[in-house]
């Protein structure tokens, strides 16, 4: 840490959502919510997403603010993210077990590629000219 490298500490914080996004592919909580006898682990589960969002989000907040507020708040946490401090409160169990998450707008949606790829080819033909076009523009050169 004798450097300030925001890209590498943006990488550090992506990779441990990545670990969080497998950890949910991993234990899939979709199926256990199904099954009664599985309550507990799902339990603990659900903690460990929530732990991992929060910590996230104090990660994130000096790079995005406002999007950070947005998932604190969804959270149900009252405490000011801004007074937040690292040596402090980003540390594991620092949620209390049993709190309610606020449903809330998508914060992050999916982009559809396709859509995307659709709306740009849109774009992009609608800046081109036929060649017939190219030959009645009146093109001049001149010294400024």
Do not use: C, H
Not at 60 to 86: C, H, N, T
Not at 104 to 114: A, M, Q, S, V, Y
């Amino acid at each position: 840490m004798n450097k300030l490298s925001l890209s590498s500490a943006l990488e550090t914080i992506w990779q441990f959502i990545r670990r969080t996004n497998k950890y949910i592919d991993q234990t899939e909580p979709w199926i256990l919510g199904r099954d009664n006898s599985q309550k507990e682990r799902l339990s603990t589960i659900l903690y460990n997403l929530a732990e991992s969002i929060r910590l996230s989000t104090i990660l994130i907040y000096p790079f995005m603010p406002v999007k950070a507020k947005e998932i604190w708040e969804q959270l149900g946490l009252e405490s000011d993210l801004e007074k937040i401090k690292l040596d402090e409160d980003a540390s594991w169990r620092k949620l209390k077990p049993g709190i309610l998450v606020k449903p809330g707008k998508i914060i992050f949606p999916r982009i559809d590629t396709k859509e995307k790829e659709q709306r740009k080819v849109k774009e992009d033909k609608s800046n081109i000219i036929s060649y017939d076009e190219f030959k009645k523009i009146d093109l001049r050169v001149g010294k400024v």
